[in-house]
């Protein structure tokens, strides 16, 4: 099965809530973790990244909490938008690093309510 | 606007046949990611090029091949086309071989 995964396939908010989109990983020894955001038909996009000697990192309205203890990761996006409705993928970098040891989960559809 | 430009957008062809999908990179950047996504599979790497070379491979099939030309443009052909290969497919590219990767907007192929 898949190292990465995501505890919720869709997760639906109100406006101005804080959201929660949660993720589990399997492997240890990955390097670092990065979540994309996928607006319907486009592209993922890059959101934030987070080594695995980090537990916390924070962006623009985001914030990304590394547990290496219980191997999961979580993003928490501050006063949700509609803009921020998308799927929300993480993803897994492990094999030295580079883009190939890339693993994206299955994704986690944010629904923002009015 | 991520700088990756993909052709085309939309794709319907029969089973049996062969496309080609076409990728420009983001000016400068030498590492050019193909990727497969489908419902019920996710985003899945399927290759990669760096500067013309093949660099890693993932999960392509061998009816699946790719290449990087010398201006950087990459090309992802995929032939005997069976209904499991309709989905989407995204070129990304990258400066470094790090995960932020610059994704195009895709091509859906659709498989009849």
């Known amino acids: 099965g898949e190292s990465v995964g995501l505890h919720l396939p869709t997760l639906s908010v109100q406006e101005g809530d804080n959201s929660i989109i949660n993720c589990a990983y399997s492997?240890?020894?990955?390097?670092?973790f990065i979540w994309y955001k996928q607006e319907s038909g486009k592209g993922p996009q890059f959101i934030i990244d987070?080594?695995?000697?980090?537990d916390k990192r924070q962006g623009q309205r985001v914030t990304v909490l590394l547990n290496k203890t219980v191997k999961h990761l979580s993003l928490q996006i501050a006063a949700t938008q509609p803009g921020d409705s998308a799927v929300y993928f993480c993803?897994?970098?492990?094999?030295?690093?580079?883009?190939?040891?890339?693993?994206f989960g299955k994704g986690t559809h944010l629904i923002i309510q009015p | 606007d991520s700088g990756v430009t993909q052709t085309p957008k939309h794709l319907i062809t029969a089973t049996g046949q062969r496309v080609t999908l076409r990728c420009s990179p983001r000016?400068?950047?030498?590492?050019v990611y193909w990727y497969q996504q489908s419902l019920d599979q996710g985003l899945q790497f399927l290759i990669q090029?760096?500067?013309?070379?093949?660099?890693a491979k993932g999960n392509i099939l061998e009816r699946f091949s790719a290449q990087q030309f010398p201006d950087l443009h990459s090309e992802l052909n995929l032939s005997s086309l069976e209904l499991g290969d309709s989905a989407l497919y995204f070129c990304?590219?990258?400066?470094?071989?790090?995960?932020?990767?610059?994704f195009g907007e895709g091509s859906r192929l659709t498989v009849l």
């Open positions: 993803a897994e970098v492990n094999s030295g690093g580079g883009a190939d040891g890339l693993t």
């Open positions: 987070i080594r695995s000697n980090m």
């Open positions: 000016s400068g950047d030498l590492s």
């Open positions: 492997n240890s020894a990955s390097d670092y």
């Open positions: 090029y760096y500067n013309g070379e093949e660099r």
């Open positions: 990304a590219s990258s400066t470094y071989n790090t995960g932020e990767l610059f």
